[in-house]
C-alpha cells in the first residue's frame, strides 16, 4: 500500500512505529513490562522491561532483529484497532496482561486525571481538585494492547519503512531515580529513505562536533565522578574560555550603564519563601542546609541559591530610590545551583551548577518601551559577535494563571511586541506560555547546522516587586512600584559554550581561541629565542604558549594542528639569524617567513 502523505502527520506514523516496536519486542522476547512509547522530535522510544534478559540488557545484535521483526509486521497488514473502556474495564485488563507500569498510570488517572508528574506534583501542591477521567482509549496491533489516546495509521502497510533503531539507553521509570531502572530503545522516522538518510548525515555530523568529546579531546573540561553528575570541572583552557565570553559580556554591560554586584552562593531559607521560590520552584532546589545539625543553637536554615533576583531586589532596597535614579540595571555573572535529575544531565548542556549573565533592570513605565528596545538591540549584537546570525524569536503571552493586573500585562505585552515590530523582527506568539509573572521574549539561535538553542530570555515581572514590598519616589513625592526586567543574553555561560563548541566543532575563531599562538622551536638551541618571542606576544595580551616536548617537529605540528590552533610559529637556525618566525595559519598551511612586526601587525587585523 502506498503511503498518503497527506493521509497522516509524521507525528502519528511515529506513534504508530512505537507499538509496531512494541509488537516485536513481545514476539521476539514474550515477556515484556511496557512503560510508556511516546514520539521525539525525530523519531519515537519506548520504555521497557525485557524478563528473559535478567537485567543483561539488550545489545546493537538486538536492535537489528527488532527492527526485521517491525518491518515483517509492517507488511502483514495488522489493523490498529480503537477501544473505548471504563477505568476499571481497563484495570482488569492490563492486569490480566501483567503491565505493573500501565497500572500505574490507570491509579493516577483516577486520582488526579493525569499522568503528567509536573501536574500531579501541581494538584498535590496546590491542592486543585482534578478533573475526573471516566473512561480510557486502548489500542490493539495484532497481540500488543497498550493504553493510549492515539491516533495512529489505520493499518501497519500504511507505514513507511524509512525508519531505523538508533540506541539502548537506561531511563528511571517516569524519570524518577528512586523508581526502576528501564530500558529505552529509540528510534527515527521519515516519510522517504531520502529523509532518513539526509537525518543520518546530520546526525555523524552532529557526532564530530559533539562538545562533550570535543571537551576531552580539546581539554577543556571533564565531569568527575568524585564531585558528581552535573558539575564541571574546567582544565586551563576550557576556563580561559569561558573568562573571554564572561569578560566580552561583561564590557558590553557595563558599557551600556549596567552596575556590577556580586552576590553569596547561600542565602538563609526565608528569603526564598519571600521571593516565592520556595512554593513555585522547590522541586528544582537542593535540599536545606540544616547548620543545626553542625550546632545546636544554629536554628535558621540555609539554601543553596537557585537565582540571583532576590538578591539584587536586597541591594536596590538597601536605600530609597528616586525615579531620577531609574532605569537602574545590575549585572551579575552569578553562579545558581538547581537540582536537574541525573538522567536529564547532559555535558556543559545541561547541569546542576552553572553561571549565568544575569541582570535585573527596575524602570518606570514610560521607560519600559526604551529598556525593551536596548535590551533587543544588544541581545543582537552580542550574538551575532559570537558567530550567529541566524535566530527565532518568540513572544509568549499571559498564561491562565498570573499575578499582576490585566491593565498592567496588557501593557508589558503590547510592549514587547510593540519594540520587535519597530525593530524589525520576525517573531512568533506563543500564546499563555508566558511565566506566571509576566510576558516574556525568547530568543532561539540557530547553530552551524541548523538547530535550535534556547539562550536569551527578557522576562517582566510583577510578581518579585509586589512581594518584595519594592518602590521608588516618584516626581510627586509618592511611592510608586517599580517594573521589573529580568533578563539573561547568553544565558547559562556552561550551555552557551556547549552551543559555541558545536557551533564552530572546535574550531574557534581568533579572538575566542584559548591558545591563539603555539611557538615550536625545532631544537632545545632554539628555545631561548622562542622564549623571546612568547614574552613579545604575552605583553601584547596574545594567549600562547611554547611546546618544546620531546616529539618529532613534524608530530608537534600535527598535535598543534589537531587542537586547532590558530597560528604556529616554527623557530630554528634560519628563524633565529633573519630575526623571523616560520608561520602556518590554521586552514591556509605554510604562510613561509614573517619578521615578528608584520606577523603581530597582521594579529591586530585579524583580532578586530
Not at 477521567?133 to 500488543?144: A, H, L, N
Not at 562538545?211 to 558528581?228: A, M, S, Y
Amino acid at each position: 500500500m502506498a503511503l498518503n502523505k497527506q493521509k497522516y502527520s509524521l507525528d502519528t506514523i511515529r506513534h504508530s512505529l512505537a507499538h509496531v516496536m512494541a509488537l516485536a519486542l513481545q514476539r521476539l522476547y514474550k515477556e515484556v513490562i511496557y512503560g510508556v512509547g511516546p514520539t521525539t522530535e525525530n523519531g519515537f522510544y519506548y520504555d521497557v522491561l525485557i524478563k528473559k534478559l535478567n537485567n543483561n540488557g539488550l545489545s546493537a545484535e538486538d536492535l537489528l532483529k527488532i527492527e526485521e521483526e517491525m518491518k515483517k509486521i509492517i507488511q502483514e497488514g495488522l489493523r490498529f484497532k480503537k477501544s473505548v473502556l471504563s477505568l476499571s474495564e481497563a484495570k482488569k485488563l492490563f492486569k490480566k496482561l501483567n503491565q505493573p507500569l500501565k497500572l500505574e498510570l490507570l491509579n493516577d488517572l483516577e486520582k488526579y486525571g493525569t499522568t503528567d508528574i509536573d501536574e500531579i506534583s501541581k494538584i498535590k501542591e496546590l491542592k486543585l481538585k482534578p478533573k475526573p477521567v471516566k473512561t480510557i482509549t486502548i489500542y490493539q496491533t495484532g497481540d500488543f494492547i497498550d493504553l493510549c489516546r492515539g491516533p495512529h495509521v489505520k493499518n501497519t502497510k500504511d507505514l513507511p519503512l524509512s525508519f531505523k533503531l538508533m540506541k539502548i539507553s537506561g531511563a528511571y521509570w517516569r524519570g524518577n531515580e528512586k523508581n526502576q531502572m528501564l530500558q529505552r530503545i529509540s528510534g527515527i522516522a521519515f516519510l522517504t529513505d531520502k529523509e532518513l538518510n539526509n537525518y543520518l548525515n546530520f546526525l555523524e555530523e552532529a557526532k564530530k562536533r559533539d562538545h562533550i568529546t570535543l571537551g576531552q579531546k580539546l581539554d577543556l573540561f571533564h565531569i568527575d565522578e568524585n564531585i558528581g553528575p552535573g558539575l564541571i570541572l574546567w582544565h586551563p583552557k576550557g576556563a580561559i574560555l569561558k573568562r573571554i565570553i564572561e569578560n566580552y559580556a561583561l564590557n558590553e554591560y557595563l558599557k551600556n550603564d549596567y552596575y556590577l554586584v556580586n552576590t553569596p552562593h547561600v542565602a538563609q531559607y526565608k528569603l526564598w519563601q519571600i521571593s516565592g521560590h520556595a512554593g513555585f520552584y522547590k522541586e528544582s532546589m537542593f535540599p536545606l542546609i540544616h547548620l543545626n545539625e553542625i550546632n545546636p543553637e544554629e536554628k535558621v536554615d540555609y539554601q543553596l541559591k537557585p537565582m540571583n533576583c532576590p538578591f539584587h531586589i536586597l541591594i536596590y532596597k538597601n536605600q530609597i530610590r528616586s525615579y531620577k535614579d531609574l532605569p537602574l540595571r545590575y549585572t551579575e555573572l552569578g553562579t545558581v545551583y538547581r537540582y536537574e535529575r541525573s538522567g536529564t544531565l547532559h555535558g556543559l548542556a545541561r547541569v546542576r551548577g552553572f553561571t549565568q549573565d544575569d541582570a535585573h533592570i527596575w524602570c518606570t513605565p514610560e521607560q519600559l518601551d526604551e529598556e525593551i528596545h536596548n535590551l533587543i538591540k544588544l541581545s543582537f549584537r552580542i550574538l551575532k559577535h559570537f558567530g550567529f546570525n541566524d535566530f527565532e524569536v518568540y513572544l509568549s503571552t499571559r498564561p491562565e494563571k498570573y499575578v499582576g493586573t490585566i491593565q498592567n500585562w496588557n501593557k508589558a505585552t503590547k510592549a514587547l511586541e510593540k519594540a520587535l515590530q519597530e525593530e524589525k523582527i520576525k517573531y512568533l506568539v506563543d500564546k499563555g506560555g508566558g511565566a506566571f509573572y509576566g510576558p516574556k521574549i525568547d530568543i532561539k539561535l540557530k547553530d552551524a547546522l541548523q538547530r535550535l538553542w534556547q539562550c536569551t530570555t527578557i522576562q517582566i515581572d510583577f510578581n518579585l516587586p509586589q512581594r518584595f514590598e519594592m518602590f521608588y519616589i516618584d516626581k510627586n513625592g509618592k511611592k510608586q512600584t517599580p517594573i521589573m526586567i529580568h533578563r539573561a543574553l547568553l544565558g547559562s555561560i556552561e550551555r552557551f559554550m556547549a552551543v559555541l563548541i558545536e557551533h564552530y566543532a572546535g574550531d574557534f575563531p581568533f579572538w575566542l581561541a584559548p591558545v591563539q599562538i603555539e611557538i615550536l622551536p625545532v631544537l632545545d638551541k632554539h628555545l631561548a629565542y622562542a622564549k623571546s618571542i612568547l614574552k613579545k606576544l604575552k605583553d601584547l595580551d596574545y594567549r600562547a604558549e611554547i611546546d618544546f616536548s620531546e616529539e618529532t617537529l613534524s608530530k608537534r605540528i600535527r598535535n598543534a594542528e589537531i587542537n586547532k590552533i590558530p597560528y604556529i610559529l616554527v623557530v630554528g637556525d634560519k628563524e633565529i639569524n633573519n630575526n623571523t618566525v616560520a608561520v602556518r595559519k590554521r586552514g591556509k598551511g605554510d604562510l613561509g617567513a614573517y619578521s615578528l612586526e608584520k606577523l603581530i601587525a597582521g594579529l591586530q587585523e585579524e583580532a578586530k
